[in-house]
């Protein structure tokens, strides 16, 4: 199938025509076969001819690199490399690489990127700006001239940790910005000191860096108090630096917005269903961060401890209605990088955040909020209508059909049935399709037989 560059009419926004940059690449992309996509790719300057051929030889092979990693290396688990479509934020197109085995994500995404790409838009944004390391002195005999003392001491730490340990991030335009003191009531009655410290890591997830500083202070702490640091680590739960996404919907069909809203409102109060939301919302997020060689267990563990933060578990995004529009938002910890680590060593997390053409950490962080909030949206809008099973099955009754061993050409009639039978049963399963094939089969050799 031929992809066209040339036109320039290609969505039509709410009756409207825009002219968005990528938009002749997602017109029909998913129709290609994998070759007809990585060419398309390649012609939209996203890949170039080693990375292609890089793919097609299935990615990493030699285990060197793993044995960088980790320890104990045997080979690769490999898991699908999909890209997502349609994806307008902020103004701007994107291609959206997801590493993910779940069936239905990258077509969901991709859908419902489509839904609001014609009929609405999507905002992101970054509140703050700094990490989190923290320091635990787990009791301290006075706590009161312990904060004292730390909070004299403030400006000579913070200048010490930047030209000996943070020097890389402060040259950037980052380091460390401020050090806060918390006290927690320990059970016996006794006091914990945390010694906050805040530092812009700039394109960096930070991880690395925020922990050198944080055991660079553990000293001069001790010194300076005469208290004993307990230990030294980040904290995942980022709420110093989070990341906003906004999906508006225009003119949106009011009973599927109404039914939308209520399902928010589920997840807000129901930490049973939060929990389900949440996932589908990761659905989104962490395929983009295992792509990208990002650590997704630091996000996802920030992003349920931000859901908790009133000490009630809920959902990290909320659907409401706006006039005539429904209006989305996300707001969670969402700490990437884009230098630094996996990012910077495995080949194939370089070649997505290439295809991506982020301009650094803090836009790739709002990307990924955009998907985890779509993803969301295209989740529950199938959820208050079809209902699950449909989507899902959908796309499963291909496998189906290969498992029950349908051939080339018995597969467009056996998935045709199955349909049928799924929009009626609402439930397919392998014996359908075994049986399925079983009639078509039996058919076919009477037919032959009478002639
Ligand atoms: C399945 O992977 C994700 C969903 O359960 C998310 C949700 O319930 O919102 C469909």
């Known amino acids: 199938m031929e992809i066209d560059k040339t036109s320039s009419l290609h969505f039509a926004k709410c009756g409207q025509t825009v002219h968005p940059d990528l938009a002749n690449l997602f017109k029909g992309f998913s129709k290609l076969s994998k070759d007809?996509?990585?060419?398309?790719?390649?012609?939209?300057?996203?890949?170039?001819?080693?990375?292609?051929?890089?793919?097609?030889?299935?990615?990493?092979?030699?285990?060197?690199?793993?044995?960088?990693?980790?320890?104990?290396?045997?080979?690769?688990?490999?898991?699908?490399?999909?890209?997502?479509t349609n994806f307008n934020i902020d103004g701007k197109d994107f291609v959206i690489p997801m590493a993910v085995e779940e069936t239905s994500i990258v077509a969901a995404a991709?859908?419902?990127?489509?839904?609001?790409?014609?009929?609405?838009?999507?905002?992101?944004?970054?509140?703050?700006?700094?990490?989190?390391?923290?320091?635990?002195?787990?009791?301290v005999k006075d706590f009161a001239k312990f904060k004292n003392q730390i909070e004299t001491?403030?400006?000579?730490?913070?200048?010490?940790?930047?030209?000996?340990v943070a020097f890389g991030m402060v040259r950037r335009g980052g380091g460390v910005t401020d050090i806060q003191v918390r006290e927690i009531i320990r059970p016996d009655g006794l006091s914990m000191a945390i010694v906050h410290v805040h530092m812009n890591p700039v394109d960096a997830m930070g991880a690395n860096i925020v922990n050198q500083v944080c055991e660079f202070l553990k000293n001069p702490i001790q010194e300076l108090t005469n208290e004993k640091v307990t230990m030294c680590i980040l904290s995942n739960l980022v709420d110093t630096k989070l990341t906003k996404a906004t999906v508006v919907v225009e003119n949106i069909e009011a009973d599927l917005a109404e039914k939308i809203e209520e399902a928010s409102l589920f997840s807000q109060l129901d930490p049973y269903r939060a929990a389900t939301n949440n996932k589908g919302v990761l659905n989104g997020i962490d395929p983009i961060l295992i792509a990208t060689g990002n650590d997704w267990r630091a996000v996802e563990a920030g992003v349920h401890a931000y859901a908790s933060r009133d000490g009630q578990y809920r959902s990290i995004t909320r659907w409401y209605r706006d006039g005539k529009n429904l209006v989305g938002e996300l707001i969670a910890p969402i700490i990437v990088g884009t230098v630094g680590g996996v990012t910077s060593l495995h080949p194939t997390a370089g070649l997505c955040l290439k295809m991506m053409k982020t301009q650094g950490a803090g836009e790739l962080s709002r990307v990924i909020a955009a998907v985890g909030l779509v993803q969301n949206l295209g989740a529950l809008k199938a959820l208050t209508t079809v209902g699950i099973i449909e989507g899902h099955m959908k796309l499963h009754i291909k496998n189906l059909t290969l498992a029950a061993g349908a051939s080339e050409v018995e597969l467009p009639f056996v998935q045709k049935k199955l349909e049928e039978i799924l929009s009626l049963k609402k439930r397919i399963s392998l014996s359908h399709a075994i049986e399925v094939l079983k009639e078509l089969r039996s058919r076919v050799q009477t037919s032959s037989d009478r002639n």
């Open 110 to 139: 991709s859908k419902t990127a489509k839904w609001v790409r014609e009929c609405g838009h999507i905002k992101t944004e970054i509140i703050g700006s700094e990490i989190i390391g923290q320091i635990q002195l787990a009791k």
């Open 36 to 84: 007809e996509r990585l060419n398309a790719l390649k012609e939209f300057g996203l890949l170039e001819k080693s990375e292609i051929e890089y793919l097609q030889k299935g990615g990493l092979k030699d285990t060197s690199l793993g044995e960088k990693f980790v320890e104990n290396v045997i080979g690769y688990f490999q898991v699908p490399l999909g890209v997502a």
């Open 153 to 164: 001491a403030k400006a000579e730490f913070i200048k010490t940790s930047n030209e000996e």
